[in-house]
């Protein structure tokens, strides 16, 4: 008699698991050893994160724990912190504190029901996309000017105070965010870029039609003032949204549109922005082919190709599905025409990170093999690394070329980090554990170590001495020194402070930050 067990694994994982509801699941992993191993497959709980929560592994190198993460998205919990200006916080309350900026993470209220599954941040704003693929927003999209009261969200300077629904009519699947502007990339291969929340473009252009692999946008990448996209077949396309030509077209356009009061994108009573969608017929720029580049060790017998893109300030950062790290300037559609990709081999082989003098110098263990997986920037650093727990982070800079040595943090080797954030002088590393670790300048509060003014001095986050401890407590300033050794971040504050907080996804910019959080000891009382 032929027995379930007697079935190739992949039809069980493909064609039965998927149709079982969550209890079913639990009980079939109880029957015997085959089936726990079976219901535990990393690969079939990342790929139902996916189906069931719109989580992705886009922004993350996380390899294992997808079945923990499941459980932990029926609750998850949202944190913000650093400088508060321009509403960029969402908190209708924010804390006092020695300099009067949020130095420690804070629950940030959304609408009731809604499972944040990822975090992005804009200069002085943030972009939350939750599981059904509805987007919120608070803060400001362009902090740089302001907006009478009884302007609409069609005004870029218009703040959100509280987070906001966009009302989208397709579901959004990810969200990058540049300085000023976020491109959006929806269920239906719709490439989205807003300049105000009000009135976001639609890209239209046979380039992302869709209907081959070198027309279907696989991902979306902002830098400061431009917006990327990176095809399927490993393509990259460029548009620059505030400078001609296309400025003056979506210049044309608002004043067409500030005609019609329906098109003022006012917030509604249940805080929505009504989004008054339009198309832009426009080509992006093609970005050139990559060079030829060296073999690297384990990589796959397909042609190498584009898989990644990270944005600076004015230029992107790219990975291969080799492993090999590029940068090319995109400064503007003028000046890209005469750029080459370059390739930068002291990011890439394994043979040239030994040779970084932290691992000559110290007793820092070395990596054995490497291929860099996943690449992150923002304003003027990048950051290109491996998961896993022998983990290597390299940073580079706007002015990394091909003989350029990357920057090493020793505590950072190793431990199993599967993302890493930049803000304009703070950064952030999340580890496969659910730690937050940070460092850097102080930037109003973004490194998330605590109140400077109740810290003990020297602790990580305050300030060297108790004299300067005290004379900022009286004078409310200055502010405490920045932090060079990465040190963990705790959420919860005071009375509201747990051990067991694991965080799953971090975004930074500007001078705040922002993540996503479990609470374990909820997760266990519910099960």
Same mark, same amino acid.
């Given at each position: 008699?032929?027995?379930?067990?007697?079935?190739?694994?992949?039809?069980?994982?493909?064609?039965?698991?998927?149709?079982?509801?969550?209890?079913?699941?639990?009980?079939?992993?109880?029957?015997?050893?085959?089936?726990? @191993?079976?219901?535990?497959?990393?690969?079939?709980?990342? @790929?139902?994160?996916?189906?069931?929560?719109?989580?992705?592994?886009?922004?993350?190198?996380?390899?294992?724990?997808?079945?923990?993460?499941?459980?932990?998205?029926?609750?998850?919990?949202?944190?913000?912190?650093?400088?508060?200006?321009?509403?960029?916080?969402?908190?209708?309350?924010?804390?006092?504190?020695?300099? @009067?900026?949020?130095?420690?993470?804070?629950?940030?209220?959304?609408?009731?029901?809604?499972?944040?599954?990822?975090?992005?941040?804009?200069?002085?704003?943030?972009?939350?996309?939750?599981?059904?693929?509805?987007?919120?927003?608070?803060?400001?999209?362009?902090?740089?000017?302001?907006?009478?009261?009884?302007?609409?969200?069609?005004?870029?300077?218009?703040?959100?105070?509280?987070?906001?629904?966009?009302?989208?009519?397709?579901?959004?699947?990810?969200?990058?965010?540049?300085?000023?502007?976020?491109?959006? /990339?929806?269920?239906?291969?719709?490439?989205?870029?807003?300049?105000?929340?009000?009135?976001?473009?639609?890209?239209?252009?046979?380039?992302?039609?869709?209907?081959?692999?070198?027309?279907?946008?696989?991902?979306?990448?902002?830098?400061?003032?431009?917006?990327?996209?990176?095809?399927?077949?490993?393509?990259?396309?460029?548009?620059?949204?505030?400078?001609?030509?296309?400025?003056?077209?979506?210049?044309?356009?608002?004043?067409?549109?500030?005609?019609?009061?329906?098109?003022?994108?006012?917030?509604?009573?249940?805080?929505?922005?009504?989004?008054?969608?339009?198309?832009?017929?426009?080509?992006?720029?093609?970005?050139?082919?990559?060079?030829? /580049?060296?073999?690297?060790?384990?990589?796959?017998?397909?042609?190498?190709?584009?898989?990644? /893109?990270?944005?600076?300030?004015?230029?992107?950062?790219?990975?291969?599905?080799?492993?090999?790290?590029?940068?090319?300037?995109?400064?503007?559609?003028?000046?890209?025409?005469?750029?080459?990709?370059?390739?930068?081999?002291?990011?890439?082989?394994?043979?040239?990170?030994?040779?970084?003098?932290?691992?000559?110098?110290?007793?820092?263990?070395?990596?054995?093999?490497?291929?860099?997986?996943?690449?992150?920037?923002?304003?003027?650093?990048?950051?290109?690394?491996?998961?896993?727990?022998?983990?290597?982070?390299?940073?580079?800079?706007?002015?990394?070329?091909?003989?350029?040595?990357?920057?090493? /943090?020793?505590?950072?080797?190793?431990?199993?980090?599967?993302?890493?954030?930049?803000?304009?002088?703070?950064?952030?590393?999340?580890?496969?554990?659910?730690?937050?670790?940070?460092?850097?300048?102080?930037?109003?509060?973004?490194?998330?170590?605590?109140?400077?003014?109740?810290?003990?001095?020297?602790?990580?986050?305050?300030?060297?001495?108790?004299?300067?401890? @005290?004379?900022?407590?009286?004078?409310?300033?200055?502010?405490?020194?920045?932090?060079?050794?990465?040190?963990?971040?705790?959420?919860?504050?005071?009375?509201?402070?747990?051990?067991?907080?694991?965080?799953?996804?971090?975004?930074?910019?500007?001078?705040?930050?922002?993540?996503?959080?479990?609470?374990?000891?909820?997760?266990?009382?519910?099960?």
């Amino acid at each position: 008699m032929t027995m379930l067990s007697d079935l190739p694994i992949e039809v069980l994982l493909d064609n039965l698991l998927p149709w079982l509801a969550i209890p079913d699941l639990i009980h079939l992993g109880q029957t015997d050893h085959f089936f726990a @191993r079976l219901c535990d497959d990393e690969t079939f709980w990342k @790929r139902k994160l996916e189906e069931d929560f719109n989580f992705t592994d886009e922004r993350t190198a996380r390899i294992t724990g997808w079945k923990h993460l499941y459980r932990g998205l029926r609750n998850p919990k949202t944190y913000v912190w650093g400088e508060h200006s321009k509403g960029r916080l969402g908190l209708k309350k924010i804390p006092t504190t020695t300099l @009067r900026d949020v130095p420690y993470p804070v629950e940030l209220q959304i609408k009731s029901g809604a499972r944040i599954v990822s975090l992005s941040a804009a200069g002085w704003a943030f972009f939350a996309l939750d599981s059904t693929g509805s987007v919120y927003v608070w803060g400001t999209l362009n902090g740089t000017s302001y907006a009478l009261q009884h302007d609409g969200y069609s005004e870029a300077a218009k703040p959100a105070h509280t987070p906001l629904k966009l009302g989208m009519q397709s579901p959004t699947r990810s969200i990058s965010c540049g300085r000023l502007h976020a491109t959006t /990339l929806d269920d239906q291969h719709h490439v989205w870029t807003f300049l105000s929340w009000g009135r976001p473009f639609r890209l239209v252009t046979p380039a992302f039609d869709a209907t081959t692999l070198d027309s279907t946008p696989a991902l979306v990448e902002s830098g400061w003032n431009f917006s990327s996209v990176l095809t399927k077949s490993g393509d990259v396309y460029v548009w620059w949204p505030f400078a001609a030509p296309l400025k003056d077209i979506i210049a044309a356009r608002n004043i067409a549109m500030d005609a019609a009061a329906d098109s003022k994108a006012y917030a509604t009573e249940d805080g929505v922005i009504p989004c008054s969608t339009w198309e832009l017929r426009e080509e992006p720029t093609k970005l050139p082919p990559l060079p030829p /580049l060296p073999e690297l060790p384990l990589e796959s017998a397909e042609p190498a190709r584009l898989i990644k /893109l990270a944005a600076l300030e004015s230029r992107l950062i790219g990975l291969t599905n080799h492993g090999h790290v590029l940068s090319i300037a995109v400064e503007s559609d003028v000046a890209v025409r005469s750029e080459r990709w370059e390739y930068l081999p002291n990011f890439s082989e394994v043979d040239k990170v030994q040779q970084h003098p932290v691992y000559v110098s110290s007793q820092l263990k070395p990596p054995q093999n490497l291929r860099i997986s996943h690449i992150s920037a923002q304003f003027q650093t990048f950051v290109a690394y491996s998961p896993g727990s022998s983990s290597v982070i390299l940073l580079g800079s706007h002015e990394t070329h091909a003989d350029s040595t990357p920057l090493i /943090l020793p505590a950072l080797q190793n431990n199993d980090v599967i993302s890493v954030v930049l803000g304009d002088y703070h950064y952030g590393a999340l580890t496969s554990t659910g730690k937050l670790l940070t460092w850097g300048e102080y930037s109003r509060g973004a490194l998330g170590l605590g109140d400077p003014g109740m810290l003990p001095p020297g602790q990580p986050g305050g300030y060297r001495t108790e004299e300067r401890r @005290r004379a900022a407590v009286t004078n409310g300033g200055p502010f405490p020194p920045g932090t060079s050794e990465p040190a963990e971040v705790s959420f919860g504050h005071g009375k509201a402070q747990r051990d067991k907080m694991f965080c799953f996804a971090v975004a930074a910019a500007g001078w705040h930050m922002g993540a996503l959080v479990i609470d374990l000891e909820v997760r266990f009382l519910a099960d």
